[in-house]
T-cell receptor, first 115, second 111 residues
């Protein structure tokens, strides 16, 4: 069964450094998402992306965050200047369409540790 | 903003017992989803519900979309060791892209 794949599985970065998290959504999917999960807490929405633009974002997704689909297969999340509180699991998700029977499917996540 | 209250937060049961968990919201959702998360992995979709009142089964799992569209429950019958994990409900509102997640129910099973 097709999967959403994320790399790396674990990223350790110094505070203030830029980090890019990578995702390869399921190939025929058109809607892409990033979520984060701080250790022991619930999953929180960051941003949704469709047709090469952001369609919805949360208050967490401030100017330090950006997303990009640089080619036909990758979807990236960039954090420009990381803070300690950015430490979390970051999940990418994709969805084929907006139809009522088309749910979001998640990758296994990237654990981001800020030192 | 929209919030989901999921309960219970944790459950400790014996293998073979049935399990029930639920989510409630002050907002209406058009879609309710139930996911399971194993340690170090992402949420895996278990059941998706799209119509108020809908009752859907997936093997030993049964979930219902509340008639008011503000709640959902998930039942697991005859639990087995591989059911251990964290279960999340998630709701999606009309016209929204984002999923709103509950706080999760951590299920532990004693063999």
């Amino acid at each position: 069964e097709p999967e959403v794949t994320q790399t790396p599985s674990h990223q350790v970065t110094q505070m203030g450094q830029e980090v890019i998290l990578r995702c390869v959504p399921i190939s025929n999917h058109l809607y892409f998402y990033w979520y984060r999960q701080i250790l022991g807490q619930k999953v929180e929405f960051l941003v949704s992306f469709y047709n090469n633009e952001i369609s919805e974002k949360s208050e967490i997704f401030d100017d330090q965050f950006s997303v990009e689909r640089p080619d036909g297969s990758n979807f990236t999340l960039k954090i420009r200047s990381t803070k300690l509180e950015d430490s979390a699991m970051y999940f990418c998700a994709s969805r084929r369409g907006q139809g009522w029977d088309q749910p979001q499917h998640f990758g296994d996540g990237t654990r981001l540790s800020i030192l | 903003g929209q919030q989901l209250n999921q309960s219970p937060q944790s459950m400790f049961i014996q293998e073979g017992e049935d399990v029930s968990m639920n989510c409630t919201s002050s907002s209406i959702f058009n879609t309710w989803l139930w996911y399971k998360q194993d340690p170090g992995e992402g949420p895996v979709l278990l059941i998706a519900l799209y119509k108020a009142g809908e009752l859907t089964s997936n093997g030993r799992l049964t979930a219902q979309f509340g008639i008011t569209r503000k709640d959902s429950f998930l039942n697991i019958s005859a639990s087995i060791p591989s059911d251990v994990g964290i279960y999340f409900c998630a709701g999606q509102g009309a016209g929204a892209q984002k999923l709103v997640f509950g706080q999760g129910t951590r299920l532990t099973i004693n063999p």
